[in-house]
């Protein structure tokens, strides 16, 4: 049960929510030695910390400069974990880090953000904060889109998959109150994709507003097509029994849409007042194929990694979370299990630790759980299915939030 405990942050759905806009404002570098933060020049503080032995003074060890780029499930806690032992760099287009298995639960009910969306320097007080997109790496280097460059002795890859979410903490709450109430105010929704995220996001829909008709269309012959028929079988039973109408074999063209009247591929008309876009996401790896690391991804655009989760040819760069090419499902809490074991790695290749001593990574076993509103979920464990209130009690209450800010050091219950 310790292993379905961990999976109860499993699902950090691989999928969108279409109403995210970017923030295209002005690329700027904060700078965190304590929970006050001084501002500082990102190319001059890149330069300072490669030359940091020099004011250590003779007899004391050097502190590696660690490049983490993603500030997602894996890098959030990379950053957090190694910031003691070395100097880090932590680079990510946005301000905050956000509990992903909380995300639809927001969309329903807007104060759950509070607590997961995070400023990055809530949890990560003592290293230094990009804020912007890595565009290239060189030999021992990252650019960012901004013209700056951080020198690195040791690089972590955490940038999962694409997603455009506003920049600032601010602006996503406020985007979660205009999610909540544009639901609140529709009479009819439809909902395209049937993933974890649209599933999620009809199953939080139903329950918590019952009389709304909610639809979910999906191109697949079944539900949560990357888990087994069973308990795909089991969340459309559930689905139909709270009145949400699944279409399935079907896609909608959301670029023909007139007044409310949508057409699926089959050509039927459905009638609905507002569309959320639960599909799945693009891997956030498109701008490596232009780096050093070219040559590390395979056919799928995932970062190919040994077992203790280093870049095929890079003995200095390291993968983690959806990014790489491990054969498992693409999970949050495997993710921070990779995050673990690089952690591990880099504190002992920092101490000069010898590379037989590494630790390695072992495919996590095919468990998920999907969120069935706030009290049921869907389980598939190894050798059992199950729905329910069970499953339910392991996830669906608080999603895991005050767990995951624990985790990162914060207060399980408050937020800023």
């Not at 495997?334 to 590494?358: D, P």
Request: aromatic share 4%; glycine share 10%; with cysteine.
């Amino acid at each position: 049960m310790a292993d379905a405990a961990a999976a109860a942050a499993a699902i950090a759905p691989a999928g969108r929510v279409s109403e995210s806009v970017g923030g295209g404002r002005r690329l700027n570098l904060r700078m965190r030695r304590s929970k006050k933060p001084r501002a500082r020049d990102s190319s001059r503080r890149g330069t300072a910390m490669a030359s940091s032995a020099s004011e250590e003074g003779p007899g004391r060890r050097e502190k590696r400069v660690v490049v983490v780029i993603g500030g997602g499930v894996g890098g959030s806690l990379v950053a957090k974990s190694l910031q003691s032992c070395a100097d880090v760099v932590l680079i990510d287009p946005k301000e905050y880090f956000e509990i992903p298995w909380a995300s639809l639960r927001a969309m329903v009910e807007p104060s759950v953000a509070e607590r997961s969306v995070i400023d990055h320097g809530d949890y990560f007080t003592s290293g230094q904060i990009v804020c912007a997109a890595a565009v290239d790496i060189r030999d021992g280097e990252v650019l960012t889109a901004d013209g700056s460059r951080f020198p690195f002795d040791y690089l972590v890859i955490a940038t999962g998959h694409k997603d455009l979410v506003p920049r600032s903490r601010s602006e996503r709450l406020i985007q979660y109150k205009a999610e909540c109430d544009k639901i609140k105010s529709a009479n009819s929704i439809l909902i395209v994709g049937g993933g974890p995220t649209g599933v999620e996001l009809a199953g939080e829909i139903s329950v918590d507003f019952p009389d709304k008709k909610v639809t979910l269309v999906h191109r697949g012959s079944r539900l949560l097509e990357f888990i087994g028929p069973k308990a795909s079988q089991k969340t459309l039973d559930w689905l139909t029994s709270r009145r949400v109408e699944v279409i399935l074999e079907q896609s909608v063209d959301l670029t023909t849409v007139s007044d409310g009247t949508y057409q699926t591929s089959a050509g039927e008309t459905l009638e609905a007042d507002c569309h959320f876009l639960c599909t799945g996401k693009p891997i956030g790896s498109s701008w490596l194929r232009e780096t050093i690391l070219k040559d590390s991804l395979d056919n799928r655009g995932r970062l190919m990694v040994d077992e203790q989760l280093r870049v095929k040819g890079h003995k200095n760069v390291f993968a983690i979370g959806d990014i790489t090419d491990i054969p498992e499902l693409k999970q949050g809490y495997l993710a921070q299990r990779h995050a673990e074991v690089t952690v591990k790695n880099l504190k002992l290749l920092m101490t000069g630790g010898r590379e037989s001593k590494m630790a390695t990574y072992k495919p996590g076993s095919a468990i998920a759980l999907v969120s069935l509103g706030r009290k049921e979920a869907v389980a598939q464990f190894p050798l059992i299915t199950v729905i329910g209130c069970v499953p339910g009690r392991i996830k669906s209450g608080d999603l895991f939030v005050g767990k995951t800010r624990k985790q990162l050091g914060l207060n399980p219950q408050s937020s800023p």
